[in-house]
């Protein structure tokens, strides 16, 4: 029985260092695990952000090549056809909200059938276009750079009919999404701008006043 307990003894003394030893590799067995996994995050994250910034190179191309050609074509079609219905129509926007009075002239109404093809056509691009945005396959803030003064301006001219088209209906809901996000962002940049120059202004302003006699004393 001695020599039982000296042997136990002998290997709980000489498994405590082991112990010790095969926490720490199994701590570095995980540092590693953890590290390759935040590689391969960062990997997936250069991956996914080089094809966003892929497709939405493409996208703007399209928007250049296809969607404008498009939009020139439908308001040339409006002009041509002396379609007066939007030029008619009061639009507000306010508080991410839109809405119209429209015109109620019953002739410009029916003069909107002239363009029906025209618009369809150039809405439906456009709405093929804003889906990668909101859907957030493509970059909007790198587009918006490029594209949203064109793509904002022609869609304020087609709001006295989009707004009730679209009220309530799932109609060019990307579209008129992408509108709002880059409209809003617009008018925000602009009113810095303002603000920027006016601030500019207020202190190059030469301030003077009249002090009444004796009021220094």
Known sequence: ??????????????????????????????????????????????????????????????????????????????????????????????????????????????????ITQEFVSTM??????????????ADEEIAFRSISVTFCDSISKLLPLLIPMTDGENRFTSTMKLFMIWHTRLQKENMEKQKANLEEKLKSQNIQTIRPFGSDA
């Open 1 to 114: 029985m001695p020599e039982i307990r000296g042997v136990l003894e002998i290997i709980y003394f000489i498994s405590g260092p082991a112990l010790v030893v095969i926490a720490y590799l199994a701590l570095s067995q995980i540092k590693v695990a953890k590290q390759q996994i935040e590689a391969q995050r960062e990997t997936t994250r250069i991956a996914a952000k080089r094809d966003s910034l892929r497709v939405t190179s493409e996208q703007v191309a399209k928007y250049g090549s296809e969607i404008i050609p498009l939009q020139s074509a439908l308001f040339k079609k409006i002009k041509s056809e002396e379609v007066n219905y939007f030029t008619k129509s009061k639009v507000t926007i306010a508080d991410n909200k839109l809405s119209t009075t429209p015109c109620a002239d019953k002739k410009e109404i029916e003069k909107l059938g002239l």
């Open 124 to 137: 439906n691009s456009m709405e093929g276009f804003s889906v990668y945005f909101t859907s957030g396959v």
